[in-house]
């Protein structure tokens, strides 16, 4: 069984908000950090392992990981059915435990 990749709302918007900022300047940039972000998570649906353990996650047990791509930090949590996102924020921004 293959997993499915589950958006939280939070995320949907932060994605949604930054692209459109990147679109005022360089609509093609908006593009590829999107096109990146989605590539990035379409390999954590086949391999969720891939990247490395949040390091911001207290009581992290390896089910919590993050990438970063294009300036941008994602946090996922998998199980055997499903990959979902968790936060997306600019690695620019302070980070925050959860």
């Known amino acids: 069984m293959a997993r499915k990749l589950v958006w939280n709302k939070r995320p949907t918007t932060f ?3 930054a692209l459109k900022h990147i679109s005022l300047e360089s609509f093609i940039n908006a593009e590829k950090v999107e096109a990146s972000i989605l590539s990035h998570l379409d390999q ?3 391999n969720p ?11 992290n047990s390896g089910e919590f990981r993050a990438f970063e791509t294009h300036g941008f930090r994602v ?3 998998f199980t055997n059915a499903e990959v979902r996102i968790l936060r997306i924020r600019s690695v620019k921004q302070e980070p925050k435990e959860y």
């Open 15 to 17: 994605l949604s908000a």
């Open 44 to 46: 954590c649906i086949d």
């Open 49 to 59: 392992q891939r990247f490395p353990k949040d390091k911001f996650k207290n009581n």
């Open 75 to 77: 946090a996922y949590k």
